[in-house]
């Protein structure tokens, strides 16, 4: 009998699980619940589907908030199902997994999804901090004496880390990520034209046609929402310049947040960290121009990782791998 392996990236949006290389799971960490009986009747993108659209028996919730869990039950209820699902109907053992956690949470928060994660029913658990796990998982050589700074740009979080010898060295967590560049969306359109979108119609709208930095090429989206003083339905069209505008101030805190770990960073480190650029991941990490942005800001040459969204998860399954070497470096439990 074989225990199965699992990386599992536990996020404020997405919920994601590698098996060795392969992703066997993405969905939105999110449950659909029935208020009365406060049982769970839909998770991942079944619940993101009824999000705004379920009568009020039922309330559609995020059971993370800003990376850390904001609801304990449904989350180990999510995990169960999770867990469920990946096992298959020929479970027999508990399966090992690696699970993620941000940088910088308070004890009581990691201890909380370490139990999470044993009571959904796992034989052997380990927590990882998100910079780690992404860096593993991009392929950065951390495992030596020089300096790697990396971006982690989720949801509800933004992490600047600095790693070498498979640690952190500095690093510094914003509770505040892609979600603040979504709600900046739907203020801007609120106060330029008297317009009231959802937060999922703004963050359709940042993926489509959004940027960090002004482009070359202007694209326009046809948006619906509703109209501030009427409350009737309203038509505009929006462009790449305006969202370009409406962001600002969120990308400027993520700017910030980079900039003062590079500004904590040991004068050592710092000049390889030049010479190797600074690695952007997480969904965020997909907004077009931020990798310009950063540069500019920064004055560090920027880029993309090849798998920005699932780098943590692979990172963490890879982890599991890695124990003996990494052991004194993840949170402890
Ligand atoms: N093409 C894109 N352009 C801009 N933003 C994007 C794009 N694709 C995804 N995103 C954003 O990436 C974010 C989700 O990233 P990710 O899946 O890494 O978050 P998470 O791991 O669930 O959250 P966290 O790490 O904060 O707990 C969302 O805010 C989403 O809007
Ligand atoms: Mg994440």
New binding site residues.
Partial sequence: MFTREFGI?L????TRVVEGKRLLFAEP?MAAIVVDEQKMVAWGQEALDMYGKVPETIEVIRP?Q??VIADYEVTENMLKWLLRKMSGPFRIVPPRVMITV?YGITSVESRAVHEAILEAGTREAYLIQ?PLAAAIGAEMPIGTPSGNMLL??????TQAAVLAMYGIVVAETMRS???A??DAIVNYTRKKYGLIIGQLTA?QI??KI?AAIPQEQEDAMDIQGQDQVTGLPRGITITTGEIVEAIQDPLKDICETARRVLEKTPPELVSDIIDRGIALT???A???GLDRLITKELGVPAYLVDNP?TA?AEGAARGIQMVPILKRNLPQT
Avoid at 152 to 157: E, I, K, S
């Fill in positions: 990236d996020g404020t949006m997405f960490t993370l800003n990376g941000p998100q982690c740009l989720g949801g509800g979080t990520g892609g979600l560049l979504d963050e940042k993926i959004g997480g969904g965020g997909l907004l077009r969204a943590v």
